[in-house]
């Protein structure tokens, strides 16, 4: 599958921090009629793991990854995802997050860093480690743990729209 470079991630990021509140209701309908089971899963998802804040912040970050996989295939667009692709997704993530729990807490930021690192979309990973944390220069829209929760359900869409990629002709 192709990689979104990391120009197309940065230049995404910037054109969606000067979104307005009616560009985002358009984009949500876009993504409601294109991917209505993204959509679905970014509004249950956040209801009730999340503070109100919180939630706009995943869905706006949700919206940006999808956005920045739209890029890949414009023409024949992604393959639409259903709702089952989520749930298994979720079951690989779990199984993961418990073998880095049952592992010593010296080998869980490598192992941790080692997963993002071989991912095939490494760079949208880095990008949503960075807009999660502290780091950004920016007020932190989540605490701790909700930024983590957000990062593991936002891995979950990145593998899923992956999957959705269409093969190259």
């Known amino acids: 599958m192709p990689k979104i470079a990391k120009e197309v991630i940065a230049q995404i990021a910037v054109e969606m921090n000067d979104i307005t509140d009616e560009q985002a209701v358009e984009l949500a309908g876009l993504l409601r009629a294109k991917q209505p089971a993204v959509l679905q899963y970014l509004l249950s998802i956040g209801e009730g793991a999340f503070n109100e804040e919180e939630r706009r912040w995943f869905l706006y970050l949700g919206i ?8 890949i295939a414009p023409e024949a667009g992604l393959r639409r995802i259903e709702a089952a692709e989520f749930d298994k997704k979720a079951a690989a993530s779990l199984e993961l997050v418990k073998y880095l729990k049952n592992g010593e807490n010296a080998e869980l930021a490598p192992a941790f860093v080692a997963t993002i690192e071989t991912a095939p979309q490494s760079d949208i990973l880095k990008y949503l480690l960075y807009a999660l944390s502290s780091e950004n220069g920016k007020k932190e829209k989540a605490g701790k743990s ?17 999957g959705a990629i269409p093969e190259p002709a």
């Open 64 to 71: 940006s990854i999808w956005k920045m996989f739209s890029t």
């Open 146 to 162: 909700a930024s983590i929760l957000m990062f593991f359900f936002l891995k979950i869409l990145v593998e899923c729209l992956d």
